[in-house]
């Protein structure tokens, strides 16, 4: 049968020599190979202790921002579902009361709001399309799980920790962004 490719390589079928039989040679060229590797430098790390840095254009697990008060930033437009191209993202509307400006930033406030991280694709046009700096990918990769519904992140999940009940978390979830934040 013709091969589609040049990359086919044909099969050597002769009878093994009696040195081949033996295996001994391929076992000591074998060893030499792993040994040969035994004083390189490892490529890999010891991840969790150690972790690479990430690139900058990373696009990880995605976060509800607040401002600067603490108030949530998202108004619930749903301009981040219809960019979402894997339609991963769900919200659910809601009018802001009297009495709740110190939550929500807008009139208008996600009552509800869900990513099915099964079918993200983390291409941030969700971060691109939102015009209220609402919702940004971090650095941080979504945690493995054994349940296919633990995969629905829902808006507790998903928003960042108070700037001011717990500082400390704000500025990590915040990673990088808080430089760029500064540099603007
Ligand atoms: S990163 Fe892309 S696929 Fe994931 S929720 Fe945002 S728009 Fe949808
Ligand atoms: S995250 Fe941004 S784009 Fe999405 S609903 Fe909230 S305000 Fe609108």
Redesign the pocket.
Known sequence: MKALTNKVKPVNRAPMSFMEKLYLPAIVHGMAITFSHIFKKKPTINYPEKKRPFSPVF?GL?ILNRDEEGRENCTACGL??V???????TMEAAERESGEEHLYKEEKYAAKYE???L???????????CPKDA?Y?SETFTPADYQRKQFIYNKQDLLIPHPKENPEAYQEALGNRANKTMVN
């Open positions: 696009r995605q981040c579902a960019a979402c191209p894997a339609e991963a993202i990513i099915n991280m079918r993200c694709i983390f291409c941030g046009l969700c971060e691109e399309a919702i990918l």
